[in-house]
């Protein structure tokens, strides 16, 4: 069983910054590829970031890149989603989840084991 607990989200201005950070349960930081999801309010989750288990491979959503930075503490069991030059529509809530295949995925099925997800709001 794979815990994954979400921190950092807030309100924030456009143009500012956040970093999230997700917790996992033992072993984990090691073991699966992660990845960060978001929820806007009526819309489907949707894949922002990814990270393989070793933090050498990234994806990145393209209406991300360049401003979201994805990256892990393998020590710590954690990993962070940098986010920079927020805009109103990065609203939503962000959600980690783990991925107990040996395949670094960016669909949403893929994943096994989900946070409960941390509120990002964005101020325009």
């Known amino acids: 069983q794979v815990q994954l607990s979400e921190s950092g989200g807030g309100l924030v201005q456009a143009g500012g910054s956040l970093r999230l950070s997700c917790a996992a349960s033992?072993?984990?930081?090691?073991?699966?590829?992660m990845g960060w999801f978001r929820q806007a309010p009526a819309k489907e989750r949707e894949f922002v970031a990814a990270?393989?288990?070793?933090?050498?491979?990234?994806y990145y959503a393209d209406s991300v890149k360049g401003r979201f930075t994805i990256s892990r503490d393998n020590a710590k069991n954690t990993v962070y989603l940098q986010i920079l030059s927020l805009k109103p529509e990065d609203t939503a809530v962000y959600y980690c989840a783990a991925d107990t295949s040996r395949l670094l995925s960016t669909q949403l099925g893929s994943y096994d084991y989900w946070g409960q997800g941390t509120q990002v709001s964005v101020s325009s």
């Open positions: 033992a072993r984990t930081g090691s073991g699966y590829g």
């Open positions: 990270i393989s288990r070793n933090g050498v491979t990234t």
